[in-house]
């Protein structure tokens, strides 16, 4: 059957774009009403780019340089309850500066949507990529998901308030992307047509839950042990729903621009036969690919699982996947000191996914690439080859190795 | 980007019989007896009226008022962070005139109002409401100041005045005197600091009469960012009987301690002219509190002073802490 | 065994003394070689001026501290009282410290055969006309006095916390005996008049105790409200309805939050000599709870349901003896003061006047150092009852 794509034009044009570009270009398509800017190296792009496309008049938008994160995640959270389609973004610690407004947003059930520019937390200063800073959303009630191309990103953006602004979820949107690598490398990006997207993405209607005269409420009264968990429980059920809200997206995503996501939680690659996979995050998707060609050269049948959405984790679907596997490798491009193993915070997710499987795969994990550091093609076949190591029975002092550290 | 929006022109209450009758913010909030901070809520809600919607920032005035899950409030009222009472409202702000701009809303004035507490407001919000105040959109903040972090049972804040008991500055055996800053000049601060800002404003709730609703109203009606700074007698934190609640206020304002004045597009008002009418002695003042009650002589000698040079030698008495004699160096 | 005493009392006003009463009871009950403990219902934290509280003791005489916290610790509210004392009468009429908690028999907690400890200057009949009756039989006594009301920062030291304690050995020696009640004080305190306070008020409360029989007492109304589960206000959330917009002239007009009424926070109450009003609008101008509605003729009635007490309409009207506090107790319903003047004007004011009496309470302005007790007067009513127009000050 032809999709839409096929039989009509939906994209624009092809422009050479960014990471952060191509974010604003979504925001733009998106026909966000607010945005609310404060510089932080990466993602500041994106801002400035918004600021040019308003300044130039090809959208419309409130746009306010806030004096600080917490501010401009206040005036996105407080702009998104009046009804209107809100957008902020950071990266680093000035996420995490902000991160009060963070946390409110997803309970006052909120849908704008930010940008995470992944960075490394200070101290000291740093601007490559490191995923702790969005990953420290994971328990606060939001949508989280990693675009690993700039295409991604853009598309995602429209994704991401598709999910986020429907009435069964109702839950803000963190989309991250590499610092740097994702952010600042220019590609050719295609752009859908405004028409396309108008029909992919209504608008934003916020319905019973809006501030407004007409529609009198008192929004977020002071609780105690009465209702908390009652609250608590609606929040985990909106986090459920999104599981079965996210298909139906990509479904009609997928119908109107063409077959572009086979999963819309992860993407496979070489998974079908593969008995080893390694999973990650964000722009290591790429060295990991042609890590697979390689091996898959050398006849070892290798795999790759691109881990798209975090929030809400894709249970059922990574149980399916992994779950035939002899051997998963994970690379955490984050740390969390004191976990488990000392490993990072995707592995502990991922094992206990794969827990309650009578037959699990063998489960490492890598730390690699924090600060920024290269992940190399040559990386990626060590971890493939120390995971399949594993596999294999060959016992290891350590669950966890660091990769590309100076020893 | 601004949007040319009708404007609700108030008219200045001119007797309290001319009070509207109708509440926005009714009775069923857990503020304590004699609460004044109270007052400045039912207030502003009744001189903004029904087109309105607010923030309120946490404090006791979002915690008394909306106590498990239930809300006085009659005007649409949503909660913000401690240190977001101006970005609350500039996101508000920006909002509707965004959907009003591209259709999606009715063109209309609607009052945007924050209010946050002393702490919330004149220490950890301060930023967020210099950038709301250098926007254009339309919005007032309303700075409740009781003078403590009344919610979590009076800690000191920036606006604590100088000597009194808190829980974070009780009185020792070594030092009697633990808070020993001396309250932080908010309004003006904020109007020295932002001069396209066009009304900024210090009341007393309940005197004198109908002033914080029409200043209230006022700040509406000029439009733009704006800002008030209420002086609210707080019977648990103070310590004193909730019958003299009002009465507190009064001597506030009679003492000089707290000025009352408006600043509209630069030019200073005073409401009350401490310097014409003549001031009480803060003594008068200080001695109805518990919370000074181990003030010695020398203490209270200290805080007139204090007042006595604010009214005296200031540039702009009550307002601005310069002194004349514009010298010019070397 | 485990006993367990609650103190109810007014939240910042009694809220050191309530502190000092559980505290009391963990020390004297470890000098006599139990195990105890006391807390205070989180709740109700944090506290507002007169609205009604809990502080609760531990006793056991057998049970190890983890058995006796496992039992009683880490708990929201205690699940039944050997004692209940109760440090301001008015709050026999029913306490509702919160929203959703509803109004809640000041008894509900105590079990068969336990003890009610109010301190109070009624007989014990006077009070059983607001405390509701029991399927069992309970015990009321009474420490005798006002209500000691103090401020955050001023400890009303007026003895009222030895003299509850004297009782609570009389009431249930089980929990502390006046032997180590009086020896605690004395060691603790040096001051001989604390024991000898203790020991009185301990004789005293033996001979007053009053045995209340099963189904003597009040009737009660008060629903306890059933919260909702989270699948019946899911698509609400932390999204609640605003009251509704709603004003018309007269009793009750103005729309208020049903959930929450919070009169229960007063001692005393406004009385209303309408025929002396001058109209001025003050009472209903300064008053920070909304409670009055203004009617057609200028007046404004009170809404008692709302009302919590602070005082200080009578201290802003200008008229004397226009509007005067009264204790809470002479009262026994809510109902409009404004729709009994119009119904019958000289018998509304023979009742005012019956209920104002001629004590007037004055309070200095720093809470905890004392009242003054003034006489009062009677104005007779003017010739023109509605009282002159003119003269109103704005």
Redesign the interface.
């Known amino acids: 059957m032809a999709t839409v794509a096929e039989t009509t034009n939906v994209w624009a044009n092809e422009l050479l774009l960014n990471g952060c570009q191509a974010v604003a270009q979504g925001v733009k398509l998106a026909n966000v009403d607010v945005i609310a800017a404060y510089p932080i190296r990466p993602y500041t792009e994106v801002m400035d780019q918004l600021s040019k496309l308003i300044a130039d008049g090809e959208f419309d938008s409130e746009y306010i340089v806030a004096d600080s994160e917490h501010s401009q995640f206040e005036i996105v959270k407080h702009a998104s309850s009046v009804g209107a389609r809100a957008f902020g973004g950071s990266s680093g610690t000035g996420w995490m500066y902000g991160f009060e407004a963070l946390v409110v947003a997803a ?3 909120l849908p704008p949507l930010f940008v995470v520019g992944n960075r490394a937390l200070d101290d000291p200063g740093a601007f490559g990529v490191e995923h702790n800073d969005a990953l420290a959303l994971r328990d606060m009630g939001w949508l989280l998901c990693w675009a690993s191309t700039a295409q991604e990103a853009l598309e995602h953006v429209l994704i991401g308030y598709r999910i986020a602004e429907d009435n069964r979820v109702l839950m803000p949107m963190a989309l991250a992307m590499d610092g740097a690598f994702l952010t600042h490398s220019q590609h050719m990006i295609k752009v859908p047509t405004q028409e396309a997207v108008n029909t992919f993405l209504p608008p934003f209607n916020l319905g ?2 809006v501030l407004h005269p007409d529609n ?6 002071q609780v ?4 908390v ?3 608590r ?3 985990w ?1 909106a986090a459920r729903r999104a599981r079965t809200v996210i298909p139906e997206v990509y479904k009609s995503f997928n119908d109107l621009f063409g077959p572009r996501y086979a999963n819309p939680f992860f993407d496979e690659f070489m998974c079908e036969d593969a008995e080893v996979v390694l999973v990650g995050l964000g722009a290591v998707a790429m060295p990991a690919r042609t890590a697979v060609r390689r091996l898959r050269e050398q006849g070892k049948k290798a795999g790759y699982v691109n881990l798209r959405w975090f929030r809400p984790f894709p249970t059922e679907q990574l149980r399916a996947t992994l779950g035939r596997m002899k051997g998963v490798g994970i690379i955490d491009r984050n740390f969390a000191m004191g976990s488990p193993d000392n490993g990072g915070i995707v592995v502990q997710d991922i094992r206990s996914c794969l827990y309650p499987l009578t037959k699990r795969p063998v489960v490492t994990d890598f730390i690699g690439g924090l600060g920024g550091r290269d992940m190399s093609i040559a990386d990626c076949v060590r971890m493939f080859e120390i995971t399949f190591d594993a596999a294999a029975g060959q016992q290891r002092d350590e669950l966890v190795t660091w990769i590309g550290l100076r020893e | 980007m601004a949007t040319q929006l009708p404007v609700i022109d108030y008219e200045k209450i ?4 001319d ?1 509207p ?16 901070s ?2 400045v809520m ?1 207030d502003f809600a009744k001189a903004a009226g ?1 087109r309105t919607v607010v923030t309120g920032a946490t404090g ?1 005035m979002y ?2 008022n909306t ?11 949503m909660h913000t962070q401690l240190g977001a009472g101006g970005s609350s409202a500039v996101g508000m702000a920006a909002g509707l005139r965004a959907l009003m701009r591209k259709g999606r809303i009715p063109k209309e004035k609607i009052n945007v109002i924050n209010f946050s507490g002393d702490l919330g407001a004149g220490d950890m919000g301060i930023g967020g409401i210099s950038g709301a105040l250098q926007t254009d959109y339309d919005l007032l903040v309303i700075m409740y100041d009781n003078e403590s972090a009344a ?4 800690q000191a804040t920036g606006s604590t005045t100088y000597g009194a ?1 808190t829980t974070f500055t009780p009185p020792g055996s070594k030092h009697r005197i633990m808070q020993r800053r001396w309250k932080k000049n908010v309004a003006a601060m904020l109007a020295v600091g932002h001069p396209t800002c066009r009304y900024v404003a210090t009341a007393s709730a ?1 005197f004198p ?1 109908l002033d914080f609703m029409n200043k209230t109203r006022k700040a509406l009606s000029i439009g733009g960012p704006t800002f008030i700074h209420t002086f609210d007698p707080c ?3 103070w ?9 507190l206020g009064e001597l506030g304002v009679k003492s000089g301690i707290f000025p009352l004045y408006e600043i509209i597009d630069g030019q200073v008002v005073y409401t009350y002219d401490a310097r014409q009418k003549g001031r009480i002695p803060v003594r008068e003042y200080l ?5 000074f ?1 181990h003030l010695i002589d020398e203490d209270v000698d200290y805080i007139q002073s204090m007042v006595d040079t604010m009214w005296n030698e200031w540039d702009i008495p009550g307002v601005a802490p310069f002194k004349a004699g514009l010298s010019v160096a070397g | 065994m485990i006993k367990r005493v609650e103190v109810n009392y007014r ?2 006003f009694q809220k050191t003394l309530g502190k000092y009463i559980g505290g009391d009871i963990v020390q004297i009950a470890s000098r006599m070689g139990k195990v105890a403990f006391s807390n205070g219902r989180y ?1 109700d ?7 009604p509280c809990k502080y609760f003791a531990f006793v056991s005489p057998d049970l190890s501290e983890e058995e006796l916290e496992a039992e009683c610790g880490a708990k ?1 509210d205690i699940d039944e009282a050997d004692v209940s004392v109760v440090v301001d009468d008015t709050m026999v009429k029913g306490v509702e410290p ?4 509803g109004v809640r028999a000041i008894n509900e907690k105590l079990r068969e055969k336990g003890c009610l400890l109010v301190t109070s200057q009624h007989s014990h009949d006077q009070l059983l006309t607001f405390i509701p009756k029991q399927p069992f039989s309970w015990r009321l006594a009474t420490v005798e006095g006002p209500a000691s009301l103090a ?4 400890y009303k030291d007026d003895l009222t916390r030895e003299r509850v304690l004297g009782a609570l050995a009389a009431v249930d020696p089980g929990i502390i005996s006046i032997e180590a009640v009086e020896s605690y004080l004395l060691e603790k305190t040096k001051d001989k008049h604390r024991a000898e306070a203790a020991r009185a008020s301990y004789d005293a409360t033996l001979r007053n105790m009053r045995v209340v029989k099963a189904g003597e007492g009040a009737e009660w109304h008060h629903e306890i409200p059933r ?4 699948k019946e ?13 709603g ?1 018309t ?1 007269g009793p009750r007009g ?9 009169g229960t ?2 001692s005393h109450r406004p009385v209303v000599r309408f025929d002396l009003c001058i109209k ?3 009472c209903w ?2 008053c ?4 009055f509605d ?1 009617t057609d003729d200028g007046l404004y009635d009170v ?1 008692y349901e ?1 009302c ?5 309409c ?3 009207c200008p008229v004397p003896e226009c509007i005067v506090m009264v204790d809470e107790l002479k009262f026994d319903n809510n109902d409009s003061p404004w729709e009994h003047h119009k119904r019958d004007p000289q018998g509304y004011i023979k009742w005012a006047e019956e209920k104002k009496g001629l004590e007037r309470i004055h ?6 150092t004392g009242m003054e007790i003034r006489e009062g007067k009677f104005v007779p009513p003017k010739p023109d009852k509605g009282g002159p127009a003119a003269g ?1 000050k ?1």
């Open positions: 309970t006052d059930r019973k839950r009198p409420v008192s929004i977020a009264p105690n042990e009465d209702w968990m009652e609250l429980r609606q929040n059920e | 001119k007797k309290v019989h009070a009758l109708e509440e926005f913010y009714t009775s069923g909030h857990r503020t304590c007896q004699g609460c004044e109270a007052m039912r029904p006791c915690v008394a106590s498990y899950l239930t809300t006085p409030w009659i005007v649409p009222w919610n979590t049972d009076i008991q309940t009469a019977p648990k934190g310590d004193f009987h909730p019958r003299y609640a009002h009465e001695e109805k509190q518990g919370r009650a | 939240g910042i709740s934290s944090p506290e507002r001026n007169g609205i929201l919160w929203g959703w908690h401020g955050l920062w001023v919260l909702p589960t989270w206000f899911e698509s609400g959330g932390v999204v609640v309805p605003a009251v509704p917009r004003f002239m103005q729309s208020r939050n049903e959930r929450f009424l919070r926070t007063k001025c609008t003050l101008y300064d920070p709870d909304e409670c203004p809404n709302v919590v007490g602070c005082h200080k009578a201290e802003v309070y200095p302005h720093v809470t905890g109103a704005a």
